[in-house]
Every structure is written in C-alpha cells, then in structure tokens.
C-alpha cells in the first residue's frame, strides 16, 4: 500500500486489505470480492466506438481482452497479449481481418492463430501459435463479448429488447460510464430507490415504497410505490393520464438490471466487470412516447431524436453522474472502513448480494472441475477455462 495517501494522512500503516473472495467473512466482504460468472454474454462498448480497421481494449474481471473490427466490417475478439512477449495486441494494427503486433509484426486471425511471421525464423520449423479467442457478437447498437466458456455461448441469450425493433421503434436514450466502483454497488444503487435524496434536484423518484421483493431463480423482483418523473424539466414530458407513474417494477436479471414503469418507460442496464473497482456501465432508456408539455399531444417521432439527446444532456446524464459519484465514494469508503459494521434497511439489497455471490460460487465449482492451464484469474487464484484457441 504505498503511496496510499491514507497513510500519508495518518503516517500509520494501514490494517490489512478487503479479503479475497476465498477469505472473505460476512455478506458484504464475500459480495465486493465476488466477480461475475463469465458464462454470460457482456456488453463492451457501442458498435460506432469501433469503425473498420480499429482496435479496442477492454477487460474482463482483470483480464485484458481486444476487439478488432476488420476491414470487411467482421468483429473479432482476442486475449489482449502477443504471445511472443505479451505486448497488447490493442496496440497493433488491422491488417485485411489480421492483427499484426507492433513488435515483432507476428499477425493473428480471428481465431488467434498466427497467421504471419515478419521476420527470420532462424532455420525452425514455422511454430503453431495461438492465443485464446473469444466469441462476439453485436445487439441493439452494442458489441458483446463471452468470455467464458465457448461451448455455453450458444445456449446464453442476450435481452431481447422487441420495443427498439420494427416499424415504430421507441424513443431511446443511452448512456455509458466507467466507474470506479465494484459491480454489485452499482447493481444495488440502480435499484435500490432509498437515495432519492441523493437526486433532489432532478427527482426522477421520491417518496419510494417497498412493496415486493423476491428471489425466483436467478432473478430478483422488485416494485416501488413511487412518484416517478418529477423534475421541473421531465415532469411535463410524460402524460400522466395515460401512463401510470406512481409504482416501478424493476429485475435483477442477472448479470442484466432493467426496469418498467406503467408499460410506457422502460431501461435495461449492462454492467462490464473490468476489475475489482472498475465497471463500464451500459444504460439503455426508451419511452413509447413523449408529451408535449401543456397537451396530450405526443412529439412526431422524427423529432425524438433530437429531443433524447437534449434529455440526455440536460437531465439524465448528470443524473447518472450523481449515481456515479456515490458508487465512487462508496467504494473508497468500503476500502477505507471495510471492517466496519454496516447498517442495511432496504432487503432488495440483501438479495442482490445473495444472488451475485451464488452466481460466483456456483462459478467457482464449475472451474474447479475443469482442467485451466491458461485464461481470466479469478480473485482467489484460480482462473477462468480458457476459450477456443486456449
């Protein structure tokens, strides 16, 4: 811990750090060290983040993974090393639908099969070489990855999101952040509708009730009774008379949040496990229709657009970054008093964390059943089977 400016604070030494998954004791310590299981399909960035010929680093629970698109427009996901002296492959350069290394120009298929030697092999044979790769795919507007094993893919869907498909899609907004906070603080702030007074100037909630919480398999279900849509901006936007807005149903769909209110305004939120306090967070809003203030007449659709980004920018974006400022302070705060006692009066939070440490340990028992020489090293030591290609 040195150069922890707590130290320099204090000119003590600190007590020894949150326990590994392994060693952890009580829910919230075995929570904040659990990953999420990699046998799910999850979302790395938007498809414009990526044009032809790029590449684009992410990471998976710690472990570094690139994306390339190729020339053709095909995507494509490797383990972010060169296998010759483990330089990121993010750094090199798409050459057709090969990656070539910076270093030493060895080039690599989609598959991770070097494809390519730039240079003297000194009279060896060609050696076959390849690093894992991992299976893509792209859904409403996002590219996913899965980065666990292979042969589960197929049998993982991604949300099906019908109300962005067809001929009358509905309105849509989306938003990304990478936050500096464990996956399940963000899972239980997106959910948990006890810090409304965290939103005081927006109020897109208040006066939030309780009304039902359930583990069904692996899912948590949940409902407010609440005042949704109240800022002095947004309120008028929503026709009260014809949508519902005094509850919420919301899913721990686990690893996917989303939410409902009155049928009519809706959000799924996909969260990218990048490390043990790093999350990339996917929201994705969309709303049937949106009210002309003073009338019930709806906004032409040609003009949602436009209308979503103004919203975006004016109201639901700093929103989010209220959120993301709490889940960051939250998660040097559980650093710095991770012994403390923890005071927790919302149960849906409760079934969050029960939910995301089964799924971890149920993880956790597959691997140790699988042979794994190489791939994702989860946090008690062990490490993710590694995918084709491994």
Not at 23 to 48: I, N, T
Not at 196 to 215: G, I, M, N, Q, V
Not at 277 to 289: E, W
Not at 349 to 362: H, M, N, P, S, Y
């Given at each position: 811990m040195?150069?922890?400016?707590?130290?320099?604070r204090?000119g003590?030494?600190?007590?020894?750090?949150?326990?590994?998954?392994?060693?952890?004791?009580?829910?919230r310590a075995?929570?904040?060290?659990?990953?999420?299981d990699p046998?799910?399909?999850?979302?790395?960035a938007?498809e414009?983040?990526l044009?032809?010929?790029?590449?684009?680093?992410?990471?998976?629970?710690?472990?570094?993974?690139?994306v390339y698109?190729?020339?053709?427009?095909?995507?494509?996901?490797?383990?972010?090393?060169?296998?010759?002296?483990?330089?990121?492959?993010?750094?090199?350069?798409?050459?057709?639908c090969?990656?070539t290394c910076?270093?030493?120009g060895?080039t690599?298929?989609?598959?991770g099969n070097?494809?390519?030697?730039?240079?003297?092999?000194?009279?060896?044979?060609?050696?076959?070489?390849?690093?894992?790769?991992?299976?893509?795919?792209?859904?409403?507007?996002l590219?996913?990855?899965?980065?666990g094993?292979p042969?589960l893919?197929?049998?993982?869907?991604?949300?099906?999101?019908p109300?962005?498909?067809?001929?009358?899609?509905?309105a849509?907004?989306d938003?990304?952040?990478?936050?500096?906070?464990?996956?399940?603080?963000?899972?239980?702030?997106?959910?948990?509708?006890?810090?409304?007074?965290l939103?005081?100037?927006?109020?897109?909630?208040?006066?939030?009730?309780?009304?039902?919480?359930e583990?069904?398999?692996?899912?948590?279900?949940?409902?407010?009774?609440?005042?949704?849509?109240g800022?002095?901006l947004?309120?008028g936007?929503?026709?009260?008379?014809?949508?519902?807005?005094?509850?919420?149903?919301?899913?721990?769909?686990?690893p996917?949040?989303?939410s409902?209110?009155?049928?009519?305004?809706?959000?799924?939120?996909?969260?990218?496990?990048?490390?043990?306090?790093?999350?990339?967070?996917?929201?994705?809003?969309?709303?049937?229709?949106?009210?002309?203030?003073?009338?019930?007449?709806?906004?032409?659709?040609?003009?949602?657009?436009?209308?979503?980004?103004?919203?975006?920018?004016?109201?639901?974006?700093?929103?989010?970054?209220?959120?993301?400022?709490?889940?960051e302070?939250?998660?040097?705060?559980?650093?710095t008093?991770?012994?403390?006692?923890?005071?927790?009066?919302?149960?849906?939070?409760?079934?969050?964390?029960?939910?995301t440490?089964?799924k971890?340990?149920e993880?956790?028992?597959?691997d140790?059943?699988?042979?794994?020489?190489s791939?994702?090293?989860?946090?008690?030591g062990?490490?993710?089977?590694?995918?084709?290609?491994g």
């Amino acid at each position: 811990m040195t150069g922890d400016p707590r130290r320099a604070r204090t000119g003590r030494p600190l007590p020894p750090g949150p326990a590994t998954f392994a060693e952890a004791r009580g829910k919230r310590a075995r929570v904040r060290a659990a990953g999420m299981d990699p046998d799910y399909w999850y979302a790395v960035a938007h498809e414009s983040e990526l044009p032809r010929g790029k590449t684009l680093a992410t990471r998976f629970w710690g472990h570094p993974i690139v994306v390339y698109r190729g020339a053709d427009g095909s995507l494509h996901a490797l383990e972010d090393r060169c296998a010759h002296r483990q330089l990121r492959l993010s750094g090199g350069e798409v050459n057709g639908c090969h990656l070539t290394c910076t270093y030493h120009g060895w080039t690599y298929d989609g598959e991770g099969n070097v494809v390519h030697y730039a240079h003297d092999l000194f009279g060896r044979a060609r050696p076959e070489v390849r690093v894992p790769a991992y299976p893509v795919t792209t859904r409403h507007g996002l590219i996913w990855i899965f980065p666990g094993d292979p042969a589960l893919a197929g049998a993982r869907t991604i949300p099906a999101i019908p109300e962005l498909s067809g001929s009358r899609p509905w309105a849509r907004l989306d938003a990304v952040y990478t936050w500096q906070a464990h996956h399940s603080m963000i899972i239980d702030n997106v959910s948990d509708f006890t810090h409304s007074y965290l939103h005081r100037r927006y109020r897109p909630f208040w006066d939030a009730k309780l009304t039902r919480h359930e583990l069904i398999e692996d899912r948590v279900e949940l409902s407010y009774e609440t005042r949704v849509g109240g800022g002095r901006l947004t309120s008028g936007f929503v026709d009260r008379s014809r949508v519902d807005t005094t509850s919420i149903e919301l899913a721990f769909d686990y690893p996917y949040q989303r939410s409902d209110t009155g049928g009519s305004i809706k959000h799924w939120c996909f969260v990218l496990p990048m490390d043990r306090r790093t999350s990339r967070v996917f929201f994705v809003f969309y709303f049937d229709a949106v009210t002309i203030p003073g009338t019930r007449w709806t906004l032409p659709r040609r003009l949602l657009p436009h209308f979503m980004r103004v919203a975006g920018a004016l109201v639901v974006k700093p929103l989010l970054c209220e959120d993301g400022a709490a889940v960051e302070a939250e998660q040097l705060g559980y650093e710095t008093h991770y012994a403390a006692p923890i005071v927790e009066l919302n149960p849906a939070v409760g079934l969050f964390q029960d939910l995301t440490i089964r799924k971890w340990e149920e993880f956790l028992d597959r691997d140790r059943a699988r042979p794994h020489p190489s791939g994702i090293a989860t946090a008690d030591g062990r490490v993710i089977p590694p995918p084709r290609g491994g």
